[in-house]
């Protein structure tokens, strides 16, 4: 019997015009993050890049080059894409250094890169296109897929974030070939609040309103007992990151971003996987800092310029740029930087004097309050009630019992209850109804 030559050939050239199909879709038949491409694309076309911050939106939306390149002398840029994880550091960060060879490369995280393997598709699709080398891209798939085994669903990634309009098809397009030409003439129908000029960053003019959406949505995590320590294919992750940083010949500096403070009381794992991901960086020679524990002396708190549960405003990103120029100034002189933090979470926790915010539950027609506070707090709940013309009439004055029954309520009315810390009552209350 002959070996059947033909047909096995068939099949390869069928797999590679059907791999070669797959992955002109991928890129060219997918939605586009607008700001994503525009900065993916201006990384491809510079090489003064001196002091690289990589990482999520949170780099994105926080580190304004302008404010940094000013304040250290290094030219600074904010290379992020959007929901970005350890397998997406490294692609973007190897994309980076394919033209610019920064001194400092900056990786910027969070508690929940630390927590999970899987990447969020929708970075994988904002990043995947634009990655200039068919190695790194094959690297970043391999990695995206160990964490969650979605080989097929990230293959055809395209089925999932395919365009819903032919304006989503020109996009794609446009940003790819033209970026900034398809950036001016779709900029009309973008938010007004938000805007790229350059160097990675995002300008965001809208109001802090962190308040409005923690008031239902961040609840206290019950405790579980479960040690929050960094998983081990993380681990693998960050001192792959290291080598590719020693490779280049750039010192890594790992940073720990500073969310709003009720992240840090309401989410149990949020302070412990901090911890432990520092300790695990220093232990392996990488340089790490927690900024959720810089004293409010050089970064003062800025929950007020919070636009939503993990990301400020132009107001606060400038503030927060400031106090890393600061930092990264004081580090690279060689000073001890340890007198700019908190020592521990305790230390940290002792300087949060306010109640963040306070919800209720109902059983039967009893009511009991609770609210998000650092543990030395004693919080203090008033229960008014609010009639449909705004008007308020109190129930029960300010008290450290949460338990309360208000009996029967009249149509139109609604329960409020106010929370405000027992030795701090200067500082104004929080609500829920």
Wanted: contains cysteine.
């Amino acid at each position: 019997m002959k070996f059947p030559f033909r047909a096995l050939a068939r099949l390869v050239v069928f797999v590679l015009v059907f791999a070669a199909i797959a992955l002109f879709a991928n890129t060219h038949f997918i939605k586009t993050d607008t700001y994503a491409a525009l900065s993916l694309h201006e990384i491809k076309a510079r090489s003064d890049i001196e002091l690289a911050f990589v990482g999520s939106s949170l780099v994105r939306d926080h580190f304004n080059p302008d404010i940094i390149s000013e304040k250290t002398g290094l030219q600074a840029y904010s290379a992020a894409i959007p929901g970005l994880s350890f397998p997406g550091f490294l692609a973007l960060t190897k994309e980076l250094y394919r033209t610019n060879n920064p001194k400092y490369t900056v990786l910027v995280i969070e508690p929940e890169d630390l927590s999970t393997v899987k990447e969020d598709p929708e970075a994988e699709y904002k990043l995947m296109p634009y990655l200039s080398d068919l190695d790194n891209k094959i690297t970043y798939y391999l990695d995206l897929c160990r964490g969650d085994g979605r080989y097929l669903d990230r293959f055809f990634i395209f089925r999932q974030f395919g365009p819903d309009s032919f304006f989503d098809l020109y996009k794609t397009f446009g940003l790819r070939y033209a970026p900034e030409s398809c950036y001016k003439r779709i900029l009309p129908t973008l938010s007004s609040e938000l805007s790229y000029t350059g160097g990675g960053f995002l300008r965001c003019t809208s109001p802090g309103k962190v308040d409005e959406l923690s008031r239902e949505s961040m609840i206290r995590e019950p405790e579980t007992g479960y040690e929050y320590d960094v998983m081990d294919y993380t681990r693998d992750l960050i001192l792959r990151y290291k080598a590719l940083c020693e490779e280049k010949g750039s010192e890594l500096i790992v940073v720990f971003f500073p969310n709003p403070v009720v992240h840090a009381l309401a989410e149990r794992n949020y302070l412990p996987y901090m911890d432990n991901g520092m300790k695990f960086c220093r232990e392996n020679g990488i340089p790490c800092f927690n900024f959720q524990y810089m004293k409010q002396e050089y970064l003062p708190i800025l929950d007020e310029y919070s636009y939503d549960l993990y990301h400020f405003n132009l107001t606060g990103a400038n503030l927060f740029s400031e106090a890393f120029s600061t930092f990264f100034n004081r580090y690279t002189a060689e000073e001890d930087v340890s007198d700019m933090f908190y020592a521990n979470k305790w230390e940290y926790l002792d300087t949060i004097h306010q109640v963040t915010n306070v919800w209720m539950t109902f059983e039967g027609g009893t009511v009991t309050a609770d609210c998000n506070r650092a543990p030395h707090i004693t919080p203090l709940y008033q229960f008014v009630l609010r009639r449909p013309d705004g008007s308020q009439t109190i129930l029960r004055e300010y008290s450290p019992d949460p338990v309360f029954t208000p009996g029967p309520l009249a149509e139109g009315d609604v329960l409020r209850v106010y929370a405000k810390p027992q030795d701090h009552q200067e500082i104004p209350p929080v609500w829920y109804e």
